[in-house]
T-cell receptor, first 112, second 115 residues
């Protein structure tokens, strides 16, 4: 119940295309959903985050779409660039708790 | 803002020795810090949560006597891997948040290699 399931495990997109990564959860007590970007040998960096009372949040080329009824959320990267090649993690935090529950990660490769 | 640093960035040690890793919040006070380990091509695994001035809370399966965590100030937490063995070789990452927010900021990680 405290899992966050992420797909796909790996993704290859052509430069300029849209990268889409999906996550699903079961526990409706999750109330904060961040996305992190991690480059090899580095710590994760916060990209964008959303709360369940919002259906979409956009920051630059990054957009989170949130479907509360389906308990799913996704990250869209528009105009994907080779510099976006990294591993992306979705995560969730339970209301009133502090711990992040991470998805399994998606290794994104943008081909030039 | 919201920068978290870790030191050292990498360390190599002999089996049986202890290694200390520092995690600092540089521009904010971190009421809570977290320690994770990450194996190659895997997700982050939470090891423990530490609140300033309190004992750390360890996740199930994490040996508290092996992974000693100290959170002595609002800007510094340390992880000491005691009597390290090759299976402890991993990427250790800390994160921190300030009171009243859900956002966690991560350090750059420390690569530990135990020979």
């Amino acid at each position: 119940q405290q899992q966050v399931k992420q797909s796909p495990q790996s993704l290859i997109v052509q430069k300029g295309g849209i990268s889409i990564i999906n996550c699903a959860y079961e526990n409706t007590a999750f109330d904060y959903f961040p996305w992190y970007q991690q480059f090899p040998g580095k710590g994760p960096a916060l990209l964008i985050a959303i709360r369940p009372d919002v259906s979409e949040k956009k920051e630059g080329r990054f957009t989170i779409s949130f479907n509360k009824s389906a308990k799913q959320f996704s990250l869209h990267i528009m105009d994907s660039q080779p510099g976006d090649s990294a591993t992306y993690f979705c995560a969730a935090i339970l209301r009133g708790a502090q711990k992040l529950v991470f998805g399994q990660g998606t290794r994104l490769t943008i081909n030039p | 803002g919201a920068v978290v640093s870790q030191h050292p960035s990498w360390v190599i040690c002999k089996s049986g020795t202890s290694v200390k890793i520092e995690c600092r919040s540089l521009d904010f006070q971190a009421t809570t810090m977290f320690w994770y380990r990450q194996f190659p091509k895997q997700s982050l695994m939470l090891m423990a949560t530490s609140n300033e001035g309190s004992k750390a809370t360890y996740e199930q399966g994490v040996e508290k006597d092996k992974f000693l965590i100290n959170h002595a100030s609002l800007t510094l937490s340390t992880l000491t891997v005691t009597s390290a063995h090759p299976e402890d070789s991993s990427f250790y990452i800390c994160s921190a948040n300030s009171g009243g927010t859900d956002t966690q900021y991560f350090g750059p990680g420390t690569r530990l290699t135990v020979l």
